[in-house]
């Protein structure tokens, strides 16, 4: 069974960029969320995708978007990039979207960078 | 308002000893589910247990043991005779009725935890 895995691993961006990273769910998974964990913090909820739709979102602007692909795998966009993005991304998939019982598991992470 | 306090940031033991972390939830639901995750060095969110609130059994996995008590709304985990292989950041989380509409896991803090040779 093939974890979450999730690409690039680092990352180094200007302010005012935009970056791509990319989130391939586990095998048998077809929801994916996104979540943002800054130094020190806990992972805050960014939004999740089922069906290739957004499902659910957190307080993040709209400048965080996302895309799910038919073979479940995910991209977090974010356009012009401020200092306080840089954290650590991590991508979860779980098997359905709308169940408390579910499990998400977690990617490795993209540790971003902003300069 | 759905809330998870994990009021320990960082605790130091020497291997073998026992440890104890905290975790105290907020919810208004009646129906949620309690999680810990364990994040090492690499940053990668491990998952160790899930409990629904319908099942105060207390839950033993090797080394591990979870203490579920909803009349405290406090979900501790305990890690008997600690090994260094076990420093990381801790994480308890909630996910409710509402928040597992849109998917959101709801996170403490978190603790470090540093095991000492």
């Known amino acids: 069974e093939t974890g979450v895995t999730q690409s690039p691993t680092h990352l180094i961006k200007t302010r005012g960029q935009q970056v791509t990273l990319r989130c391939s769910s586990q095998?048998?998974?077809?929801?994916v969320s996104w979540y943002q964990q800054a130094l020190g913090q806990g992972p805050q909820f960014i939004f999740q995708y089922y069906r290739e739709e957004e499902n659910g979102r957190g307080n993040f602007p709209p400048r965080f978007s996302g895309l799910q692909f038919p073979n479940y795998s995910s991209e977090l966009n974010v356009n012009a990039l401020e200092l306080d993005d840089s954290a650590l991304y991590l991508c979860a998939s779980s098997s359905t979207p709308l169940r408390a019982t579910d499990t998400q598991y977690f990617g490795p992470g993209t540790r971003l960078t902003v300069l | 308002a759905q809330k998870v306090t994990q009021a320990q940031t960082e605790i130091s033991v020497v291997e073998k000893e026992d440890v104890t972390l905290d975790c105290v939830y907020e919810t208004r639901d009646t129906t949620y589910y309690l999680f810990w995750y364990k994040q090492p060095p690499s940053g990668e969110l491990v998952f160790l247990i899930r409990?629904?609130?319908?099942?105060?059994q207390n839950e033993i996995s090797g080394r591990y043991s979870w203490n579920f008590q909803k009349s405290t709304s406090s979900f501790n985990f305990t890690i008997t005779a600690s090994q260094v292989v076990d420093s990381a950041v801790y994480f308890c989380a909630l996910s409710d009725v509402k928040s597992s509409n849109t998917g959101k896991l709801i996170f403490g803090q978190g603790t470090t935890l540093q095991v000492k040779p």
């Open positions: 095998s048998g998974h077809n929801t």
């Open positions: 409990r629904n609130s319908f099942d105060e």
